[in-house]
């Protein structure tokens, strides 16, 4: 079965200082997903990559896909205490209607 | 922004208790997803749905049972609640239409005590 893996698990920087944050694959992508998720509350869907080699931008954060559609990165330029939370990236698992997450990476970003 | 919600926020219940999660969106999204999410922040798929009338389990083993008798409304029951039933529960959905974003409830806090 696919599965997504994060790195790294945790991560605090201070603000003003760039990040980022890994999603590795098993298996070939068919479009890869980021969320983010504050404390307690549900996921927020962030950005949608489906292409290999597409990268997109909304504020601070760039996500990228590689050429091979296994991996991708997320990355925040300049953080600030309101990027902190848990970084999910999600993709639908290939040929169900199953939808699988990585593991998550916990974010804080001291003032 | 999504229009998925998620009832009650919190809820603290004896062992034994029968409990229903109530999830409702407004987007008429086909499929709607139960998550349960431990501290550790992986999110486990535990029942999907893809239409009205069809239910699947997900992955985690779970003793809680799902209907989905309307598009909108997808209830998760567990029939007798246990301690090991305390997380937090995520509904989402998302559409049938190209793109496979999803878009979450607020989630429901169970503590079974």
């Known amino acids: 079965s696919q599965e997504l893996e994060q790195s790294p698990q945790s991560l605090i920087v201070q603000e003003g200082k760039n990040l980022t944050i890994n999603c590795t694959s098993s298996?070939?992508?068919?479009?890869l997903y980021w969320y983010k998720q504050k404390y307690g509350e549900g996921l927020i869907f962030l950005m949608m990559?489906?292409?290999?080699?597409e990268e997109k931008s909304h504020e601070k954060i760039t996500a990228k896909l590689d050429e091979k559609k296994q991996q991708s990165s997320l990355h925040i330029t300049a953080s600030q205490p309101s990027h902190a939370g848990i970084y999910l990236c999600?993709?639908?698992?290939?040929?169900?209607?199953?939808?699988?997450f990585g593991t998550g990476t916990r974010l804080k970003v001291l003032a | 922004e999504a229009d998925i919600y998620q009832t009650p926020r919190y809820l603290v219940i004896g062992t034994g208790k029968k409990i229903t999660l109530e999830c409702s969106q407004t987007?008429?999204?086909?499929?709607m997803y139960w998550y349960q999410q431990d501290p550790g922040m992986e999110l486990h798929l535990i029942h999907y749905?893809?239409?009205?009338?069809?239910?699947e389990k997900g992955d985690l083993s779970s003793e809680s049972t799902v209907s989905r008798i309307r598009t909108e409304h997808f209830p998760l029951t567990l029939e007798s609640a246990r301690p090991s039933h305390t997380s937090q529960y995520l509904c989402?959905?998302?559409?049938?239409?190209?793109?496979?974003?999803?878009?979450f409830g607020p989630g429901t806090r169970l503590t079974v005590t």
């Open positions: 999600g993709a639908p698992s290939s040929g169900t209607y199953k939808y699988i």
């Open positions: 987007m008429g999204h086909d499929k």
């Open positions: 298996k070939t992508l068919y479009g």
């Open positions: 990559l489906q292409k290999g080699g």
């Open positions: 749905s893809y239409g009205v009338n069809s239910t």
């Open positions: 989402a959905s998302s559409t049938n239409r190209g793109s496979y974003e999803q878009y």
